[in-house]
T-cell receptor
Framework: NAGVMQNPRHLVRRRGQEARLRCSPMKGHSHVYWYRQLPEEGLKFMVYLQKENIIDESGMPKERFSAEFPKEGPSILRIQQVVRGDSAAYFC?????????????FGPGTRLTVT | QKEVEQNSGPLSVPEGAIASLNCTYSDRGSQSFFWYRQYSGKSPELIMSIYSNGDKEDGRFTAQLNKASQYVSLLIRDSQPSDSATYLCAVNTNAGKSTFGDGTTLTVKP
């Protein structure tokens, strides 16, 4: 049973470019969460999605960031016009349906570097 | 006041000792509590979950929850050097979103 998959594992972008991060949840999981972790800091919640729905985006910056979880395919976190401050590790987690507040299982993360 | 607070650390214990990690939370409506272990450069790994008051044991790990005091802890018995990592406390109100503490870094010295 494959775990949560994220790609790419490392992404380098120049300032002003777009970054697209992908996350495939564990089989049978329908809840996806995105977190950001700056070096030497804790995990910060960004967004919680279910298929075709954004449930909670209270942690998302108001501009340049968007997320989706389409009916088919992986969840996508999109960062437009990246700046150096966006350099961080972005983790996706998933949990099974039917129980909010259930355990979350994390993918390996995408390390974004903005040059 | 942060929603989830952990010992600032770092915490250092000798091999074989008991490591005690503490966490307090501010939302009395919290229902689910988790401990994650994160090795440097890796993603968080779930090691314990607890939902009701009292103790929950799993091997060398014991989670303790006291909802009245809004306090959750993790004890690691017979600590090993491989336990050296950052431990994250996470709290969930069953609204989907988990709030994480900043973590406590544990070093187990041989």
């Amino acid at each position: 049973n494959a775990g949560v998959m994220q790609n790419p594992r490392h992404l380098v972008r120049r300032r002003g470019q777009e970054a697209r991060l992908r996350c495939s949840p564990m089989k049978g999981h329908s809840h996806v969460y995105w977190y950001r972790q700056l070096p030497e800091e804790g995990l910060k919640f960004m967004v919680y999605l279910q298929k075709e729905n954004i449930i909670d985006e209270s942690g998302m910056p108001k501009e340049r960031f968007s997320a989706e979880f389409p009916k088919e395919g992986p969840s996508i976190l999109r960062i437009q016009q990246v700046v150096r401050g966006d350099s961080a590790a972005y983790f996706c987690a998933s949990s099974p349906p039917g129980r909010q507040g259930y355990e979350q299982y994390f993918g390996p993360g995408t390390r974004l570097t903005v040059t | 006041q942060k929603e989830v607070e952990q010992n600032s650390g770092p915490l250092s214990v000798p091999e074989g000792a008991i490591a005690s990690l503490n966490c307090t939370y501010s939302d009395r409506g919290s229902q689910s509590f988790f401990w994650y272990r994160q090795y440097s450069g890796k993603s968080p790994e779930l090691i314990m979950s607890i939902y009701s008051n009292g103790d929950k044991e799993d091997g060398r790990f014991t989670a303790q929850l006291n909802k009245a005091s809004q306090y959750v802890s993790l004890l690691i018995r017979d600590s090993q050097p491989s336990d050296s990592a950052t431990y994250l406390c996470a709290v969930n109100t069953n609204a989907g979103k988990s709030t994480f503490g900043d973590g406590t870094t544990l070093t187990v010295k041989p």
